[in-house]
């Protein structure tokens, strides 16, 4: 093998953990919620090590929704809190673990939703209510 060839192969491997220590969400960027029967909308949002969630949009209609907070990451503790909604708050949260939380959103709009910790490292998402 060539040095060169060696290089392209070091690089590569470089920052792509593997196994169950990885803390890299699978989670898409968007999401559009898509009520059961019973009205209630649905989402898991993780959070990990880089200071994001995923998804950071989610798009919904007024109505029920349960979301679930999952931390992927094996760092600093996160919390899920969009202050418009009354009820729409996740407490922290440690790395492994998971909180799930029930709130109804009443009309449309625009919501911001933020970690209350990582809020300043960019931490923030959005939940777009669009009317029925």
Known sequence: MTVGCALVLVLAACGQPEGPGRSESR???AVTLT???DGTQSVEVDAGDDFRFHPS???AEPGPVRLTL???GTGAPHTWQAPQLPGASVPL???GQTNTIRFTIGRPGDYRFFCSIHEAQGQVGRLVVAAK
């Open 35 to 37: 009520p059961v029967p």
């Open 93 to 95: 949260t440690t790395a």
């Open 27 to 29: 989670q898409p960027n």
């Open 70 to 72: 999952k931390h992927v």
């Open 57 to 59: 949009v989610i798009n």
